[in-house]
């Protein structure tokens, strides 16, 4: 199995910055999109920005231009720097990742997210 933990949530002033790591852990084979998503309250979860194994990023709308996502595939951990911080930046921000892993006797695939970490940005 594969295991996803997330770090660096808290509550910030609008225009400060924060920076989540999400590292992956379990007997993986290959990484390979990783992700940040984020659900408010009352919301459906939205993306908010994925890697490749390349380094090739994409980013919503919303965020393009403040958030910087970033990979460290030595240490199996995706980053997301997020600076200009806005209230409606306020949710709760779930890693994901995909990729396969070997259970012992198979490599399967597996598409697995973490418990996510509270961002709160006040006004």
């Known amino acids: 199995q594969v295991q996803l933990v997330e770090s660096g949530g808290g509550l910030v002033q609008a225009g400060g910055s924060l920076r989540l790591s999400c590292a992956a852990s379990?007997?993986?084979?290959?990484?390979?999109?990783m992700g940040w998503y984020r659900q408010a309250p009352g919301k459906q979860r939205e993306m908010v920005a994925v890697i490749t194994s390349s380094g090739n990023s994409n980013y919503a709308d919303a965020v393009k231009g403040r958030f910087t996502i970033s990979r460290d595939n030595a240490k199996r951990t995706v980053y997301l720097q997020m600076n200009s911080l806005k209230p409606e930046d306020t949710a709760v921000y779930y890693c994901?990742?995909?990729?396969?892993?070997?259970?012992?006797?198979?490599?399967?695939?597996?598409?697995?997210w973490g418990q996510g970490t509270q961002v709160t940005v006040s006004s």
């Open positions: 994901n990742a995909e990729g396969t892993y070997d259970d012992g006797v198979y490599m399967r695939a597996f598409d697995s």
């Open positions: 379990g007997s993986i084979f290959s990484l390979n999109a």
